[in-house]
């Protein structure tokens, strides 16, 4: 077995089934069979290599062009003559820095086939077979069933990674409300910004392609595993409306710690101010003392300079205590 194949499996009747090793042959035998499909799951396949699958599954060309540029496809659903091809964004958490790993997965369903292709190495799909294959009455739907599998597990994931985000969010709204602000706030709630944008573009894309399948008619997509699709469209609206309340959650605590930030300037100049002020009148009396003029008041007595120096604390008092009443120092 080549090693993008990460396995290649016949399902007769819901169930595994030991078949040929070579993708041609186990295809062959699953269409012989009638009621069986192969599965086969690529990770990362070179150029040459999805050719041959395609070659032997008779897949689109656009289509296996798509597969082939990894991380830059939006998630759609593209029906073919010979296959129906989907493409889904996979969301991991990264704890050593709290950011948002996305990957992808490109499924091709077709008559007596399911490809799966993955590019990245968040949520790899081997539980998910395993998962499936103890479920084999949603397995004999056929290859579709590969499909609702994989939007399931995504979908899952994405709900899993909303609750995380809504954990680190309430932490950073503690952050910017409480009493000693811990300083790079900002730069937090932009980089904690970036990774809701990256969440959403992963999300909201997906909602088009999951309604078309539960409301439209698709080839190779039985009737009776639309139900199953419909539970699948429902997650995916909670978590885009809980992504909307994330942005939503953060643009308002964005604009209260510019408004934090905008209040305290205005209070550091307010301080900067009175200071000012206080410093401005010793400095001004000083100044016409200090002119070299004959005829001062009370220049020549011995209490002038007391009488001064006086002058200038109790000004500067008086100024003090009402700066301070006002709330400016």
């Not at 041959?52 to 689109?60: I, Q, R």
């Not at 993955?118 to 395993?130: C, D, I, M, N, T």
């Not at 409301?215 to 992504?243: A, G």
Request: some cysteine; glycine content about 6%; aromatic content about 8%.
């Amino acid at each position: 077995m080549s090693d993008m194949i990460v396995d290649c499996a016949v399902y007769r009747d819901g169930h595994r089934t030991e078949g040929p090793a070579d993708f041609s042959d186990a295809l062959d035998a699953a269409r012989a069979s009638g009621d069986a499909f192969v599965w086969i799951g690529l990770h990362e396949p070179t150029s040459e290599e999805l050719d041959l699958v395609a070659a032997e599954f008779g897949l689109h060309p656009l289509a296996v062009e798509d597969a082939l540029t990894a991380a830059h496809q939006r998630p759609k659903l593209e029906a073919y003559p010979e296959s129906l091809f989907t493409v889904v964004k996979t969301v991991g958490y990264r704890t050593s820095d709290r950011s948002v790993e996305v990957g992808e997965v490109l499924v091709f369903i077709g008559d007596a086939f399911a490809i799966t292709v993955r590019h990245g190495e968040v949520s790899p799909l081997a539980s998910l077979r395993k998962d499936l294959e103890t479920q084999p009455q949603l397995l004999r739907h056929g290859p579709a069933a590969v499909l609702y599998g994989v939007c399931d597990r995504v979908v899952d994931d994405y709900l899993d990674l909303a609750a995380t985000l809504q954990g680190d969010l309430d932490e950073l709204e503690s952050e910017v409300f409480a009493p000693g602000r811990v300083r790079g706030v900002a730069e937090r709630i932009y980089g904690f910004k970036r990774q809701v944008v990256a969440f959403r573009r992963a999300t909201a894309p997906l909602q088009d392609p999951a309604t078309r399948l539960v409301r439209t008619e698709m080839p190779y997509v039985p009737e009776e595993l639309r139900p199953y699709l419909r539970d699948v469209l429902d997650h995916l609206t909670k978590v885009n409306e809980q992504v909307d309340g994330l942005d939503r959650l953060l643009s308002d605590i964005l604009s209260a710690n510019l408004a934090q930030v905008s209040v305290q300037q205005n209070d550091d100049m307010r301080k900067i101010s009175a200071w000012a002020a206080l410093a401005a009148v010793p400095t001004l009396i000083a100044g016409i003392y200090g002119m070299n003029f004959d005829h001062m008041p009370e220049l020549h007595q011995v209490w002038g300079y007391p009488a001064a120096v006086a002058l200038m604390a109790g000004v500067c008092a008086v100024l003090h205590r009402f700066f301070k009443r006002a709330g400016w120092l």
